[in-house]
């Protein structure tokens, strides 16, 4: 597939957002997603629409919705009735796919996630390098600690240097684990998403019912997801490729090794820069990554 950044990515100042929010009710995931739709507010876009996809009506819901200014408009969507209830992350499908024309970028996320409105800016200036080479921009799901520490959400352990990618001055970091709960793709990927068998819940098996909802393209059963995030000369993660889980459970659970992972110990210091050279080496001599 071709791909002409500055058409495939266009400026957000004159792009169209559909947002779709997968909520199951309950009085206190509210406050998750009341923070979820006043981030929405802060999106630089010609125009944002949020749909909340929810199982059942809410008298709170309605205080949330509606048209929040001249740019942003929350509305909800019931589904009732759901012969399986993690179904219902699923149902954002046909109304992304309806409107695949009438927007130039889509997102899914969970209520409980927070995807800045810089995290989306560095997002559109990565994908605009990577998308050429074929790789996608993907987030970081990070957590903070009761002891103020940040933490990895879906990461049990520091990433192998193999996994580090240099295009021109920038370097990227693939993920072991690239699931975020979230997914953010221009038309252009979204075309190429719905091609593919994993777009049908009937046909994607690669994951349970809901996480598969939120993979988007990396739930592709051959396995090469090719999703990338930033990483900065000095071996640390930049801020805008974090998206933050805000329930913090996982950094407040000792039994699991999710959320455990501190951000600072995914890459080990003192040993990136002879990885991002022998990536550097093995893009230019053309040898695949970890040979």
């Known amino acids: 597939m071709t791909c002409d950044p500055s058409k495939d990515f266009p400026p957000f ?3 169209g ?3 779709h929010i997968t909520f199951h009710v309950a009085p206190h995931r509210l406050r998750f997603l009341r923070q979820v739709l006043d981030a929405a507010e802060t999106y630089r876009f010609r125009s944002v629409d949020v749909v909340v996809d929810a199982n059942a ?8 919705t509606g048209r929040r200014d001249d740019v942003v408009a929350i509305q909800t969507d019931i589904h ?11 149902c ?3 109304h992304v796919g309806a409107m695949c024309d009438a927007y130039d970028y889509f997102m899914y996320v969970e209520d409980d996630v927070l995807v800045s409105a810089a995290a989306l800016t ?4 990565d994908s605009m390098r990577l998308a050429p080479h074929g790789y996608r921009r993907g987030f970081l799901r990070v957590e903070t600690t009761p002891g103020g520490v940040r933490v990895c ?4 352990r520091p990433a192998h240097r193999r996994r580090l990618r240099r295009l021109g001055p920038a370097t990227f970091l693939a993920l072991p684990n690239p699931y975020c709960a979230c997914w953010l793709y221009s038309r252009s990927q979204l075309r190429q998403f719905m091609a593919m068998p994993i777009w049908d819940p009937r046909l994607n098996t690669a994951f349970a019912t809901r996480e598969a909802a939120a993979c988007g393209m990396i739930s592709d059963p051959r396995g090469d997801h090719r999703v990338l995030i930033p990483v900065n000369g000095d071996e640390s993660i930049p801020d805008q490729a974090f998206i933050n889980h805000l329930p913090n459970n996982y950094a407040a659970d000792a039994s699991t090794r999710f959320g455990s992972l501190p951000v600072h110990k995914l890459l080990r210091r003192g040993l990136v820069r002879r990885s991002v050279e022998r990536a550097a080496l093995q893009l230019r001599l053309g040898v695949p990554a970890g040979a």
């Open 122 to 125: 560095r997002w559109r200036e």
């Open 153 to 156: 959400t879906d990461q049990k």
């Open 92 to 94: 954002h499908r046909a």
């Open 17 to 19: 957002l559909l947002v």
């Open 57 to 64: 009506d809410h008298p709170v819901l309605a205080a949330l």
């Open 13 to 15: 100042s004159e792009a």
């Open 80 to 90: 009732p009735g759901l012969e399986d209830p993690h179904r219902l992350a699923w």
